[in-house]
Structures are given as structure tokens and as C-alpha cells.
């Protein structure tokens, strides 16, 4: 590849290009510049949103906003030609006993996994930190 600055950084907000979840943001919550036996290419495990919160008005009852601040989350590794680097970064402090590679080998770990980003993203949604990495991209 070109030389290029090493700019893929966990934490790094992404746009997935190609596939189920294509137009979906993710966060890279660990890269693989150099690549690996297996995956000999740049790529990157991302912790992205499936299905965003939905919008929420001052006069929704406690429950509705509760139901409408759910997030469904998804876990994938990407080659980097099907990510896009944005400028922002979000620290969203993920478990990496939980989220790493190994959980992809194991359907239960990979739920684990799951879970756990859903929890750390949805607290993070309700701090009302980082509001443009919740909102569905719009093109």
C-alpha cells in the first residue's frame, strides 16, 4: 500500500462502507496495520450500531425514553478498504477481556461481546456525549 499515516487508531469513529452494515458508524476498538497470518491485510475489529436510538422529546414518559434510547450493536472485523476514517473519536471505554478477536471463535463470548458494547454505548448515549456518533448518517 501507499505510505500513509497510521491514522486507523482505536477509539477512531469509521463509516462502514460495504456490506450489512454499510452507512453504519463503528468504532475501531482495535487495528491490525500490519495484518495477521490469517487476515494478511490491514484490518481492524469495530464495534459499531445496528439499529440507532430513536428520537426523544421533552414530554415522553420515563419508559418511552427508555425504549427509544435502545441501541443494537454489532461486532466485526473489516478490512480497512471497507472503512472510512472520520475526524472524530469517541473514548467509550470497552471491556477488551470481553471485545477482542477471540470472541469471534465462540457464539456465546460473541454475545458477551455484544452485550457489553451495547451496555458502555447506551450509558454513553444517555451522558448526551458524542451526539453525532449516535444520529443515523444522512446522504
Same mark, same amino acid.
Request: net charge positive; glycine share 12%; hydrophobic share 25%.
Given at each position: 500500500a501507499a505510505i500513509m499515516g497510521k491514522f486507523m487508531k @482505536? %477509539?477512531?469513529v469509521v463509516l462502514i462502507? @460495504? %456490506?450489512r452494515f454499510a452507512g453504519r458508524k463503528a468504532l475501531i476498538v482495535r487495528n491490525y496495520d500490519e495484518g495477521s497470518s490469517e487476515k494478511p491485510y490491514g484490518h481492524a475489529l469495530v464495534?459499531?450500531?445496528d439499529r440507532y436510538p430513536r428520537i426523544v422529546t421533552k414530554k415522553m414518559s420515563k419508559k418511552k425514553v427508555a425504549g427509544r434510547s435502545k441501541? $443494537? &450493536?454489532f461486532v466485526?472485523? =473489516?478490512?480497512? *478498504?471497507?472503512?472510512m476514517? &472520520?475526524? =472524530? @473519536?469517541v473514548d467509550v471505554p470497552l471491556d477488551k477481556n470481553d471485545v477482542n478477536k477471540d470472541a469471534f471463535k465462540d457464539p456465546a463470548k460473541r454475545r458477551k461481546a455484544r452485550r457489553e458494547i451495547k451496555s458502555r454505548f447506551e450509558e454513553r =448515549?444517555?451522558? %448526551? $456525549? *458524542?451526539?453525532?456518533?449516535f444520529q443515523k448518517l444522512r446522504f
Open positions: @482505536s %477509539g477512531k462502507l @460495504s %456490506g464495534a459499531g450500531i441501541i $443494537k &450493536t466485526r472485523v =473489516y478490512n480497512y *478498504n471497507h472503512l476514517p &472520520t475526524r =472524530y @473519536s =448515549y444517555k451522558t %448526551g $456525549k *458524542n451526539k453525532w456518533f
